[in-house]
């Protein structure tokens, strides 16, 4: 699986719940991917299944930061690029095999999730640092 809009963000969008000019975003890692059905029906944190436990994490995840790009008129589409994650999680020993980025509101009930990041495969760490570096932008297109 690719990496993907979960498919409650349109919907976030059109009801005004999403202002990536106001909002707070974190990510979270994730050990089992979602399937294509997850991505379709999960719309808050508390949806999730398979976050990663272990030494190092929070459940829950660390700040996200992101630049929201030029609006691509030739594509249609608006581009966001989120900020590398250098050394987020320090002296962690777990294995993470995706992350999930969501508008931070609190409460896991209501977080709304955005974006999935699939790593390809397994990456894991023991009492050393994750960081996350992601490849392209998102895009949230017309």
């Known amino acids: 699986m690719a990496s993907a809009n979960f498919t409650n963000l ?6 005004g719940d999403l ?5 707070t975003f974190k990510v979270l890692l994730v050990s089992t991917l979602p399937s294509e059905a997850n991505l379709d029906a999960w719309a808050n944190r508390s949806d999730v299944t ?3 436990t272990g030494t190092g994490y929070t459940a829950g995840g660390i700040a996200q930061a992101f630049t929201r790009d030029a609006i691509d008129t030739t594509n249609n ?5 989120y900020t590398n994650i250098t050394n987020g999680w320090t002296g962690a020993t777990f294995s993470a ?5 969501y508008k931070n ?20 760490c023991t009492a050393g640092n994750f960081s ?11």
């Open 10 to 15: 349109p919907r976030a969008l059109a009801k």
């Open 19 to 23: 202002d990536f000019d106001a909002n």
């Open 50 to 52: 398979g976050e990663v």
């Open 77 to 81: 589409r608006q581009s966001v690029t």
């Open 97 to 101: 095999v995706g992350a999930i980025i």
């Open 105 to 124: 509101s609190g409460s896991a009930a209501t977080d709304t999730l955005l974006h999935l990041v699939d790593f390809g495969g397994t990456i894991s």
């Open 132 to 142: 996350i570096t992601y490849s392209t932008p998102f895009y949230i297109n017309r």
